[in-house]
């Protein structure tokens, strides 16, 4: 199973990115029945959770970018999107995504979110 991450950059304050999870090697049904989120590590750092998305379609996110964030998928495309809006520095940081199927835990490679001033 591979995860590719996509859709970083460069963007001011304010500004908003899409960020994309093509998932490879996994069946439909399994997909649909995974868990996935979206993590960070700003720079110094531990790696958090940002967003997740439970298998029946149940979100959550971390207090700082509630409101600003949305995380959906699309099971036909096997693809995990994080919308970001209103971007703060803070938010500078690289962006991870991650699928858990019973026991099997998988990451992305993660894509460089850059929050310029």
């Known amino acids: 199973v591979q995860l590719q991450a996509s859709g970083g950059g460069l963007v001011q304050v304010g500004g908003s990115l899409k960020l994309s999870c093509q998932v490879r090697?996994?069946?439909?049904?399994?997909?649909?029945?995974?868990?996935m989120g979206w993590y960070r590590q700003r720079p110094g750092r531990q790696r958090e959770l940002v967003a997740g998305l439970t298998s029946g379609g149940n979100s959550n996110y971390r207090n700082s970018v509630k409101g600003r964030f949305t995380i959906s998928k699309n099971s036909a495309e096997k693809t995990l999107y994080l919308q970001m809006s209103s971007l703060e520095s803070e938010d500078t940081a690289r962006y991870y995504c991650n699928l858990e199927l019973g026991s099997l835990n998988y990451w992305g490679q993660g894509t460089l979110v850059t929050v310029s001033s």
């Open positions: 090697g996994l069946i439909s049904s399994a997909f649909v029945s995974s868990q």
